[in-house]
């Protein structure tokens, strides 16, 4: 079983053998999204909880035969305070609520950005754990509580072990450089307490078996809980069956994760003013790449117009705006104003004024015109951040493949063929379970193959295996497809 969290949307799958061929479904998909309220922008985290335990009740009933490993993903950097019985003190924050601003100020005022990025690698984003675990002190919370993040949350509930696993640890901007410990001399500086961080474990990590309620469930009396890459951007990379070094990525759907994988971390200057990011990923690779804001841009307006009763269907846009003709500019997707809610179609309109562009209009028929500069503002925004990539790592990219929930927007991937120039070529839109699944069948299958002396399989292998027939290329990058 793979569950993947999503900032959006949620997903419970089961993998089965069938005549020798693996085969996954999703077997239940539940809704997500933060709840705003007077104590800031949280995850309802009892709702969350809620949809996983119902998607292991329907595998559990569709299994019989019995359910060999589960293990959890999800979007990286929140994570849950516990109590002394282990029990989570509060709905856990979402990592746009607006109060890592000023903790992002006073951490800067300690350890400057430079001294960050040499200790860690990673990319100054306030969204960090970093600056959640400083507003948490800010806010005079006991720092010695312990914490988890979310995906690792939901593997503690099945397991009952704390762990951090690596790929994950490394979105929170406190693991050292090169390493897979916490870096002490940060928890030290900024006064955090590093007794309460999880201990950092390997990808595919087999913890032990089931317990609680769901132990009681015939399908889950043999069933071992593996940490895959509990990052989902690091397990939708490992659903890529390339090889070869002329290859980048785009992870893409609330955020879209533009990069490359490296073998080692690229801490150049270059690199650093650039505010590139060193994640861990699966096998002890390095997932340079930067954030940029992604399909989340679209659904803010979508919302706004929902509310003012212009709702469109988004095959329906889509359809729409790529008859539209291209924007005379493109905006910034990635101004900090982008980066937090509410207003978003007010804050497009301004960037436009500050260009010498008019304003769009806010009305229905006017819909496709915003989306259009989005998703053109998307696609440039790609081909800058990849051409950066190429001269900072001395790669020469030829390929880009496209994974993730927005890899199903075809228009957006035309135009980021056309913007980048590279072969795109486009993936599952549920990369992120399948390379959880790959991380769980190396963890599992191959131990026992090991131990039988046969020849273990890779975590590629084995995303090859369950992905390739999904890759599909959009076509000429010099050409509409």
């Not at 933060?34 to 595998?59: N, T, Y």
């Not at 951007?233 to 990069?259: C, E, Q, R, Y």
């Not at 270059?270 to 804001?293: D, H, R, S, W, Y």
């Amino acid at each position: 079983m793979a569950i993947d969290l999503g900032a959006q949307s949620c997903r419970v799958s089961l993998l089965r053998w069938r005549e020798q061929q693996p085969e996954f479904e999703v077997i239940h998909r539940f809704p997500n999204a933060p709840i705003a309220g007077s104590d800031g922008l949280r995850w309802d985290l009892p709702e969350i909880v809620k949809g996983v335990m119902a998607g292991l009740r329907q595998c559990s009933e569709m299994a019989p035969e019995g359910i060999a490993s589960i293990g959890v993903d999800g979007w990286a950097v929140d994570y849950v305070r516990l109590d002394g019985d282990g029990c989570p003190v509060a709905q856990p924050f979402c990592h746009r609520d607006s109060r890592t601003e000023k903790a992002a100020d006073r951490v800067h005022s300690i350890l400057p950005p430079a001294r960050l990025y040499a200790l860690t690698g990673i990319q100054i984003l306030r969204i960090n754990t970093l600056y959640q675990l400083y507003a948490d002190k800010l806010a005079n919370l006991d720092s010695s509580l312990p914490w988890v993040t979310l995906p690792e949350f939901i593997t503690y509930i099945l397991c009952g072990k704390r762990v951090s696993e690596y790929t994950n640890a490394t979105h929170t901007g406190l693991v050292a450089l090169g390493t897979q410990k916490w870096c002490e001399e940060i928890f030290s500086e900024l006064g955090l307490d590093v007794s309460a961080a999880p201990e950092i474990v390997p990808s595919g990590s087999v913890l032990g078996p089931v317990i609680g309620e769901c132990a009681a469930l015939p399908a889950f009396g043999e069933t071992k809980v593996v940490v895959p890459a509990c990052h989902d951007t690091a397990s939708a990379i490992a659903a890529i069956p390339a090889v070869g070094d002329d290859w980048a990525f785009i992870s893409s759907g609330t955020w879209s994760l533009v990069g490359t994988r490296l073998d080692a971390p690229c801490v150049t200057r270059a690199a650093a003013e650039q505010n590139f990011t060193n994640l861990g990923g699966v096998g002890e690779k390095i997932c340079f790449l930067k954030n940029v804001n992604g399909m989340w841009l679209l659904t803010q307006c979508i919302e706004e117009w929902a509310a003012q009763g212009g709702n469109w269907a988004l095959p329906e846009l889509l359809s729409a705006s790529a008859k539209m003709p291209e924007p005379a500019t493109v905006i910034n997707v990635d101004d900090s104003q982008l980066m937090v809610p509410g207003n978003t179609i007010a804050k497009i309109n301004a960037q436009l004024e500050r260009r010498g562009q008019p304003k769009l209009s806010e009305s229905r028929d006017s819909m496709p015109v915003l989306a259009n500069l989005i998703f053109h503002s998307l696609a440039a925004r790609y081909a800058e951040v990849l051409e950066s990539i190429s001269k900072i790592t001395g790669k020469n990219l030829k390929r880009l493949f496209i994974v993730g929930g927005g890899s199903r927007n075809s228009y957006l991937n035309q135009l980021t063929a056309r913007r980048t120039g590279l072969n795109v070529i486009v993936g599952s839109a549920e990369s992120t379970t399948i390379g959880n699944f790959a991380v769980q069948l190396s963890a599992e299958v191959d131990r026992r193959d090991r131990a039988a002396g046969v020849r273990v399989e890779t975590v590629a292998e084995w995303a090859g295996r369950l992905s390739r027939s999904t890759m599909e290329p959009v076509g000429d990058a010099q050409h509409d497809n």
